[in-house]
Nanobody
Framework: QVQLVESGGGSVQSGGSLRLSCAAS????????MSWVRQAPGKGLERVSD??????IIDYADSVKGRFTVSRDNARLYLQMNSLKPEDTAVYYC???????????WGQGTHVTVSS
C-alpha cells in the first residue's frame, strides 16, 4: 500500500523550531518529486515546498523562504521549520507528485501550532 505518514508536529512558541518527517512506503520514493502542503485554519491548501527526486532542485513558497528547509533521504521527506510564526499554524501534509505534477498521494497530516 502506498503510504505517507507525517510526524514531528506539535505546539511551539513564535520563533521556535520544529522538524517534520514523512515516512514513505509502498513506492519507489527516490523516483518521485515530493511536496509539503499545509492548510491553515479556515484557509485553503498552500504549497510550502517542492523537492525533486534527487533533492537537488528545491522550491519554497514565498511565505516560508529563508525559514524552512526541505530535504530527503532514501525513504523520508523532511521539513525543518525555523523562526516559526503564528501564521505557520496549520496541518502539514506530505505529498507525492506524479508524472503530471499532480498530488497523487497524501499523508494523514501533522498539526503545527505556533503561539505568540
Amino acid at each position: 500500500q502506498v503510504q505517507l505518514v507525517e510526524s514531528g508536529g506539535g505546539s511551539v512558541q513564535s520563533g521556535g523550531s520544529l522538524r517534520l518527517s514523512c515516512a514513505a512506503s509502498g513506492f519507489m520514493f527516490s523516483n518521485y518529486r515530493m511536496s509539503w502542503v499545509r492548510q491553515a485554519p479556515g484557509k485553503g491548501l498552500e504549497r510550502v515546498s517542492d523537492i525533486n527526486y534527487s533533492g537537488n532542485i528545491i522550491d519554497y513558497a514565498d511565505s516560508v523562504k529563508g525559514r524552512f528547509t526541505v530535504s530527503r533521504d532514501n525513504a523520508r521527506l523532511y521539513l525543518q521549520m525555523n523562526s516559526l510564526k503564528p501564521e505557520d499554524t496549520a496541518v502539514y501534509y506530505c505529498t507525492k507528485r506524479g508524472s503530471w505534477y499532480e498530488y497523487d498521494v497524501w499523508g494523514q497530516g501533522t498539526h503545527v501550532t505556533v503561539s505568540s
